[in-house]
């Protein structure tokens, strides 16, 4: 009898490790995706409603080459912390609403579009002439990805009710392209970078950088 429960103790810890090595952290990988951080942005009305997030950055983009991803954090007193993840499909927008938690204060991102990956692109500065124009009341901060550039668009549309309202447009920087030669379609081997005619607007960095590092 003895023998036969040792035998069984032995069945069920074999059993039992591709469960702890296999099975677990499938399922952390599952609830992470399904959290909240990675979350699509809140119905915009909803939010805005929040006094405490009274800041919002707005993303669009029309280049049609493919998705662009912004993996952005917050920054602020030496410490950071996750801030949002815009997944941008051409022209359509998504934003996301903040309050600032201390000064200076700045958002952060990881920018990434057909294979082209850049960090440190600011989307918000508390230092920056342009910080008030991010809250909502001022109608928020928006960028414009379009042709290799990057936009920050501030203010409001002039309405009969406001003519004194109005928008403006300022180049922030060119953002990163490449063309490649790829092998069977999917490896890129020989790749060259496009000319451009300003600053970057974040640090070139590899793919294995942008998925694993800030």
Not at 13 to 24: C, D, K, L
Not at 137 to 158: I, N, S
Request: aromatic share 14%; proline share 6%.
């Amino acid at each position: 009898m003895e023998e036969k429960k040792k035998d069984l103790l032995r069945r069920l810890t074999i059993i039992s490790i591709p469960f702890v090595f296999v099975a677990i952290p499938s399922i952390v990988i599952i609830v992470g995706m399904l959290s909240p951080h990675a979350a699509e942005p809140r119905d915009a009305a909803a939010e805005a409603a929040v006094p405490a997030r009274n800041h919002s950055v707005s993303m669009l983009s029309t280049m049609t080459g493919g998705q662009m991803i912004l993996s952005c954090r917050a920054a602020f007193s030496g410490n950071w912390e996750y801030f949002h993840y815009f997944i941008l499909d051409p022209y359509k927008p998504q934003r996301a609403f903040f309050q600032p938690a201390a000064e200076p204060y700045a958002i952060l991102c990881k920018w990434g579009y057909m294979g082209n990956f850049l960090q440190d692109v600011v989307v918000f500065n508390s230092s920056a002439a342009y910080a008030h124009l991010c809250r909502v009341d001022e109608g928020g901060c928006r960028y414009l990805f379009q042709d290799g550039h990057m936009f920050l668009v501030t203010g409001r549309h002039a309405t009969m009710a406001a003519p004194a309202h109005s928008r403006e447009k300022t180049l922030v920087g060119d953002v990163l392209l490449r063309d490649c030669v790829h092998v069977l379609g999917v490896f890129p081997t020989v790749c060259r970078y496009k000319p451009h005619d300003n600053p970057y607007v974040g640090k070139i960095i590899g793919r294995w950088r942008w998925w694993f590092n800030y």
